[in-house]
């Protein structure tokens, strides 16, 4: 094992997968020879050339709906949008092709591409670089959504998001892309399945369950309960679909007592779903408190970093509300 | 349709008019411009016409009650016509100064983090904490609760079950008594069922015995206190007895009982073994000529022993008749004293409930009392052959003062001669 960022951990799946197999093909705005917006892709080019690594111009929904083409046609691609807010943009290709295709060529056509996108607030690149999408294409059926929280799980599901026959809408945090992890020598070959939570930290008072960035947020606000005698479990749900109910309800029916937290706003947010998969099971009859969600506001976010920093849950608020369930 | 009588609307203003009396009761059949009401606005009194006609189906509002103008206040229309559901919502108004609670707003709610969840009524409760308090059975009415919001948790369902056993709590429970208030015994003052106050009568129903039950017992105590008994059991083989009973019943109309033919048994064999039919007095034992031969009837009131008198110069059919005669005495209650003294010999059949051995007492001052049980179909071995045969039990419980077990069972040695080999009755 070795310590790497979460940017290099994504970028190490995808070159080793296109190594691997030259139908994996990857393509975006500044992708290339500037190395992505966020350095993920930085050194690509010089080594799978021009052919298989392609500058787009910017047109999301060019992007998009070429990737759901070649991947009705033969290829693996992979495609980045800079920021998840663009996904708006794309959402004709993916909502009414990539996701439809399958079903409607009845089960004739698949279309395994992924498109990464970077999401989340926090870089000051206000409210339209700034938002937490995955509930919008949750929503769409066909369509598969990740969101890793370290650089371990990124590469592992992103290596399982590549081999997937469906379209994945890989969603990563831009505050996470510096953060750093343990993960695997690049001999050591691994993935994660889809459809796998996972339990970050072990803990029999509360359940928080989440994804994404508030996961390390989370598991902070679970080490200063601590000190209170307070045990808290924080599941990281890693994929929204397909979700892992069952470690969901598992989770819950342990402890009776539940928080999820995401960044994205609350009304209308996946944390809903979450929600309704405990109080829908026998975890109903084990609960002690009322099942609470702590989103962001429903508000864009704002620029001004003061705001920024408050509109999304705070490690207060999550401890405060842990505090509240108790 | 029936057709609604509304509050009017009487100026940009009016939100509201109050009946101050109605003119027409449900029934009345009334035309359009009839005075239906007289009501106050804002401003003034006035009347109120109907506009239209038929009969008062339902005045939905007291006199007296505030509405809100255009609200129905009453419905006319064809007699048994149904009125719309709306009426019932209207009429839970009429009684103008109940108010519902106020619902808390989500919007509170959220604001708040927590629901202000006590007050009369349904008792909150996470559902951790009903099923807990289903699990342990335990009311959540007496239950303390600790959650922020004055619930009830699942913690404070676990202490409650703490302090009591599931038994006691739901018999404090039953019984409205207070488990906190209750000393307990156990371990941290742990209540059982046992330190609940009258815990008894909610255990256990007390039924006091009947008179009859009362002696009997005395006899039974004193008879076991103080006589040496002994218990001797023989099992007989009453095959070809039973065939020939049946032959009897089938052949000549009678419907005589193992019973019966027990009794005239054992009044012969009685008859035999005189120190059966004895009493001890002191040092003497006193031997009886007459065999006053006992039953012993479960009746309603308790155990019965009418008696038989002179059994050892009746035939059988006179045994059968007289015994039937005194067994329905005895479940009617109808036994006179006489029947049911004097006896020397007791008999207790318990065969029809298939007990096949049994330790009978002896019915004081009688030397014994013989036990008859089931007759069962058993493999015996006659002659080296395996065979299926009735095989009869009896006990005999003896008073070992009076005589020795070799006496006795030449006494059951008799009574097996009897029923073995049914012809003997002839020498």
Redesign the interface.
């Known amino acids: 094992m070795r310590n790497i960022t979460y940017a290099q951990a994504i970028q190490e799946a995808m070159s080793e997968e296109m190594r691997a197999d030259e139908r994996i093909v990857f393509f975006g705005e500044d992708i290339g020879v500037y190395g992505g917006a966020f350095g993920v892709s930085k050194g690509m080019y010089e080594e799978f050339g021009e052919q298989r690594i392609l500058d787009t111009p910017i047109s999301e929904l060019a992007i998009t709906g070429c990737a759901a083409g070649a991947a009705m046609t033969g290829l693996r691609p992979i495609v980045e949008i800079m920021f998840s807010d663009f996904i708006t943009l794309a959402m004709e290709q993916l909502a009414n092709q990539a996701a439809k295709n399958r079903f409607q060529f009845g089960g004739q056509a698949s279309v395994p591409m992924v498109l990464r996108t970077p999401g989340g607030s926090g870089t000051g690149a206000a409210a339209q670089h700034s938002q937490s999408l995955e509930a919008w294409v949750a929503h769409v059926p066909g369509l598969k959504v990740v969101i890793p929280s370290t650089p371990y799980d990124a590469k592992g599901l992103l290596k399982s998001a590549i081999w997937d026959d469906n379209p994945v809408v890989f969603i990563e945090q831009k505050l996470l892309y510096r953060s750093k992890g343990e993960v695997p020598e690049p001999d050591e070959p691994y993935s994660i399945p889809l459809g796998t939570a996972d339990v970050k930290r072990a803990g029999t008072d509360v359940s928080v369950i989440t994804y994404g960035r508030m996961v390390p947020r989370c598991l902070e606000a679970a080490e200063s309960l601590e000190s209170q005698g307070v045990d808290v479990e924080v599941l990281d749900i890693r994929t929204l679909v397909p979700l892992d109910r069952k470690s969901i309800i598992d989770s819950a029916r342990k402890t009776?007592k539940v928080l999820v937290v995401h960044e994205a706003c609350q009304t209308g947010g996946f944390g809903g779903e979450i929600v309704s998969t405990v109080v829908d099971s026998d975890a109903?009859?084990?609960?002690?408190?009322?099942v609470k969600r702590l989103g962001g506001l429903d508000v864009p976010i704002p620029y001004n970093p003061n705001l920024e920093a408050q509109v999304v849950p705070t490690i207060e608020r999550i401890t405060e509300?842990i505090h509240?369930l108790l | 349709m029936p057709e609604a009588i509304i509050m009017p609307k009487t100026g940009m203003a009016m939100e509201e008019g109050v009946i101050i009396s109605w003119k027409v009761q449900e029934g009345d059949v009334i035309q359009k411009g009839d005075i239906v009401a007289e009501i106050e606005t804002d401003k003034t009194a006035m009347e109120l016409e109907s506009d239209c006609a038929g009969t008062v189906l339902k005045l939905l509002y007291q006199a007296g009650s505030t509405v809100p103008v255009t609200a129905p206040i009453a419905w006319v229309g064809e007699p048994g016509e149904k009125i719309p559901d709306t009426h019932r919502q209207e009429s839970e108004k009429i009684t103008p100064e109940t108010k519902a609670p106020e619902p808390q707003s989500p919007a509170q709610f959220a604001q708040e983090?927590?629901?202000s969840v006590s007050g009369p009524g349904k008792r909150a409760a996470?559902?951790?904490?009903?099923?807990a308090a289903g699990e342990q059975h335990i009311s959540l009415d007496r239950i303390t609760p600790s959650?922020?919001g004055g619930e009830i948790?699942?913690?404070d369902v676990l202490a409650a079950a703490r302090s009591a056993t599931p038994l006691a709590a739901r018999m404090a429970e039953e019984q409205g008594i207070s488990i906190e208030e209750t000393a307990g015994s156990g371990h941290g003052g742990k209540v059982f069922s046992s330190d609940l106050p009258g815990s008894e009568s909610i255990r256990e129903t007390r039924i006091p015995l009947t008179n009859i039950q009362r002696i009997t017992g005395e006899r039974m105590s004193e008879s076991i206190r103080t006589i040496p008994m002994v218990t001797q059991h023989m099992d007989l083989d009453v095959t070809s007895f039973m065939e020939g009973r049946k032959e009897l019943n089938s052949r000549r109309g009678y419907k005589l009982t193992i019973n019966d033919f027990v009794l005239f048994a054992v009044s012969r064999a009685l008859a035999e073994h005189p120190r059966m039919n004895s009493v001890l007095e002191g040092n003497e034992v006193i031997c009886r000529h007459e065999v006053n031969l006992g039953a012993a009837t479960a009746t309603k009131r308790g155990l019965l022993v009418p008696v038989l008198k002179g059994a050892q110069s009746m035939g059988l059919l006179q045994i059968s008749q007289r015994m039937k005669k005194l067994a329905e005495a005895a479940r009617d209650g109808t036994l006179t004293a006489d029947e049911m003294s004097e006896g020397t010999f007791t008999v207790s059949n318990v065969g029809m409930f298939g007990i096949t051995s049994f330790t009978p007492i002896i019915n004081p001052p009688e030397a014994g009392i013989l036990g008859i049980c089931a007759v069962q179909q058993l493999p015996r071995f006659m002659n080296n052959e395996l065979k299926q045969r009735s095989i009869m039990g009896i006990s005999l419980t003896f008073d070992h003062r009076i005589m020795d077990g070799a006496e006795a069972a030449e006494f059951m040695q008799s009574i097996q001669g009897y029923l073995e080999v049914p012809l003997s009755a002839f020498i």
Not at chain 2, 126 to 131: G, H, L, Q
């Open positions: 009776g109903f009859y084990y609960l002690d408190a009322p509300t509240a | 983090g927590k629901s996470t559902p951790a904490a009903r099923r959650g922020q948790r699942e913690r």
